[in-house]
């Protein structure tokens, strides 16, 4: 959806309304970050798996903001997940499945920066075909332009902000 029309306050909201949820933003959100990863043990010496923003949210829901400024290869690696609702591991000796039986709520920017309505949704998103059809509901979200209703939401906010 269009920039500043509360995309991010709507998966902040949900974050805080759902009974699980895992908040995870683009910008920082790796696969392993995402999906699971190994690391040694610093008192054992033992290889631990540690599960992602997905695993965390199993039975509950992932919110990801930011999408389109992911990394394609991390994007790539949520596919299994939304698909399969689980995690396939094999790293470091380690060769499991983990659950990741969650909802995934992702939210988007459109390529130049305002969503262009004489163009498809698909044109509008630099997002591949795999990962959009993992997907129930696509929906855009627009920010009609109003300079009256505009102007009375900023003294709205900037009123409340005073206090």
Known sequence: GDPGVGKSQFL????????????????GASAVGLTASVRRDSLTGDWVLEGGALVLADKGVCLIDEF?????????????????????????GIVTTLQARCAVIAAANPINGRYDSSRTFVENVDLTDPILSRFDILAVVRDHVDNVRDEMLA??????HQR
Request: hydrophobic share 35%; no cysteine.
């Open 12 to 27: 902040t909201y949900t974050k805080n309304l759902a009974p699980r949820a895992v908040y995870a933003t683009g910008k």
């Open 68 to 92: 389109d400024k992911m990394n394609e290869q991390d994007r790539t690696s949520i596919h299994e997940a939304m698909e399969q609702q689980s995690i396939s591991v094999s790293k470091a």
């Open 155 to 160: 003294e709205f906010v900037i009123f409340n």
